[in-house]
């Protein structure tokens, strides 16, 4: 597991990383809070966060509870608080904050590893729930819930920095007569193939529904999100998607939004959906914007 210890001595930060590169955990240290708190948010692989009661900036208990109102869209962190002064009213004080658990400082060799191993197993736990709630089973693709958490953060991070954002939505044309010439495994078959394009091409591309897909795409500008739209279409269109007894070739459909700040989710939403809905219209096989 990755760790970010947060205590003003370097000392410290150095003799725990030592005792916890013995399990093989991987930690890294920083000196104060607004630190810690930075690298919590720009580093999505840290699963445990080990903080000082005592810290130059905000004390261990502020940080607790600011790393508590990380995004949603970040993956599960476990928090111990460590302190050398041990008391029923801190440990409770502690918990009350937003920390898993509580460590001695130094913590107790035995203790602190058997304590490692519960974090371990709650953070597998936790990471598989996730995995499940924003994982699609049939593609293995983000789901619609996934897409959305990520739309929002997308959304956040264009309005902060004023940075380009593009939304495309896209949808298997004439899916219902694959369904109905060949069967609803050979539907499922070509949706998986399409998962596997879509891995292959490296953008993340959502499942939002029966077929069809989504798309974020931020910080390049819209000709070159629209040059990547068209390069999964065109990937679509040479791909043959084996199921049991054919060999099918499918087209898709595509809408292309560009964000206007300042807008809703859903208002970028119905605009790609529109451009969709013309781009059917004008004979499938397409990206419009
Ligand atoms: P269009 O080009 O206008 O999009 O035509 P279409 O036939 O693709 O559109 P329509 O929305 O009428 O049909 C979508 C079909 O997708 C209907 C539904 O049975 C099928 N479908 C949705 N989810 C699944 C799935 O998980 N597996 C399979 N096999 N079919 C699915
Ligand atoms: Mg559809
Ligand atoms: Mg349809
Ligand atoms: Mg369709």
């Known amino acids: 597991m990755r760790i970010l210890i947060a205590d003003p001595s370097r000392t410290t930060q150095h003799v725990l990383a030592i005792i916890l590169s013995e399990v093989g955990h991987e930690a890294v240290g920083v000196l104060c809070g607004t630190d810690a708190l930075g690298a919590l948010a720009t580093d999505d692989s840290i699963d445990i966060l080990i903080t ?61 590893f058997a304590r490692l191993r519960a974090a371990q197993r709650v953070i597998l736990a936790q990471n598989e729930l996730v995995r499940l709630a924003t994982v699609d089973l049939l593609t293995g693709l983000p789901n619609r819930r996934a897409f959305f958490l990520r739309a929002a953060s997308l959304i956040r991070h264009a309005e902060q920095e004023r940075s380009e954002l593009a939304l495309v939505l896209f949808d298997i044309d004439h899916f219902k007569s694959i369904n109905d010439r060949f069967g609803h495994d050979a539907g499922d078959a070509v949706l998986r193939g399409i998962g596997e394009i879509v891995g292959r091409s490296g953008l993340r591309v959502a499942r939002i529904g029966g077929e069809e897909f989504g798309l974020l795409i931020a910080d390049v500008g819209f000709d070159h999100a629209m040059q990547r739209a068209e390069m999964l279409r065109s990937a679509v269109q040479a791909a043959s998607f084996s199921t049991i007894s054919d060999e099918l070739n499918v087209t898709i459909s595509l809408g292309i939004a560009r964000y206007r700040h300042g807008e809703t989710l859903s208002s970028l939403m119905k605009r790609a959906d529109v451009a969709l809905y013309a781009a059917k219209s004008a004979g499938r096989n397409r990206l419009l914007a």
């Open 52 to 112: 000082s009661f005592e810290l130059p900036d905000m004390t261990g208990l502020d940080l607790c509870r600011e790393a508590r109102r990380l995004p949603a869209d970040r993956s599960p962190l476990y928090i111990f608080a460590m302190s050398a002064s041990v008391s029923d009213a801190r440990i409770a004080e502690a918990l009350d904050s937003g920390a898993d658990d509580f460590i001695g400082k130094p913590p107790s060799r035995v203790e602190f």
